[in-house]
Antibody, heavy 117, light 107 residues
Framework: QVQLVQSGAEVKKPGASVKVSCKAS????????INWVRQAPGQGLEWMGW????????GYAQKFQGRVTMTRNTSISTAFMELSSLRSEDTAVYYC??????????WGQGTLVTVSS | DIQMTQSPSSLSTSVGDRVTITCQAS??????LNWYQQKPGKAPKLLMY???NLETGVPSRFSGSGSGTDFTFTISSLQPEDIATYYC?????????FGQGTKVEIK
């Protein structure tokens, strides 16, 4: 069965960077785009960007341009999302999700990133 | 960016009642709209895609309609397990954008 397993919770200081991983199994990793969505505590869903695991092509929401980098390692079927210059407002649960023709069918379990001094 | 305006932001109703949520896009998005259900502490779950297509395994009490800018999501008979927050999302343009969510509670 399809699974996306994300890395564990992180606590970071303001100004630091965080790199979240998303390991895919149960399907051909390069078949579907990976999207990243975050959710601040008690808030709604916010789309961050997408990556094509086959080509490595990416697209980011303007809000995160210059701070976010999405990459992949196809040999281990894993996608990565790195967010730099962290601030308290970046405290959120970060999700990866597969994109099948626009719908996010499979999601990771979420990774809580806490930014605190 | 396309703004997605969902209403209401919350509702409280009884088991067995019909629930209707609307989502309005700031510009036309054809039928490129999804609906998700999110329960506390869990990842969202895709319920409907292309505005009106039920994802595999989703109960038929859920339905969706609309095209262009105005969309509706309906639960025909609310069940206790439907308590959750529901989000619409457009995928016609980048950036993908979500509605602000509708929290459904039992009265």
């Amino acid at each position: 069965q399809v699974q996306l397993v994300q890395s564990g919770a992180e606590v970071k200081k303001p100004g630091a960077s965080v790199k979240v991983s998303c390991k895919a199994s149960g399907y051909t990793f390069t078949s579907y785009d990976i999207n990243w969505v975050r959710q601040a505590p008690g808030q709604g869903l916010e789309w961050m960007g997408w990556m094509n695991p086959n080509s490595g092509n990416t697209g980011y929401a303007q809000k995160f341009q210059g701070r976010v980098t999405m990459t992949r390692n196809t040999s281990i079927s894993t996608a990565f999302m790195e967010l730099s210059s962290l601030r308290s407002e970046d405290t959120a649960v970060y999700y990866c999700a597969t994109d099948a023709l626009g719908g996010y069918v499979y999601w990771g379990q979420g990774t809580l990133v806490t930014v605190s001094s | 960016d396309i703004q997605m305006t969902q209403s209401p932001s919350s509702l409280s109703t009884s088991v067995g009642d019909r629930v209707t949520i609307t989502c309005q896009a700031s510009q036309g998005i054809n039928n490129h709209l999804n609906w998700y259900q999110q329960k506390p502490g869990k990842a969202p779950k895709l319920l409907m895609y292309d505005a009106s297509n039920l994802e595999t395994g989703v109960p038929s009490r859920f339905s969706g309609s609309g095209s262009g800018t105005d969309f509706t999501f309906t639960i025909s008979s609310l069940q206790p397990e439907d308590i959750a927050t529901y989000y619409c999302q457009q995928y016609d343009n980048f950036p993908r954008t979500f509605g602000q969510g509708t929290k459904v509670e039992i009265k």
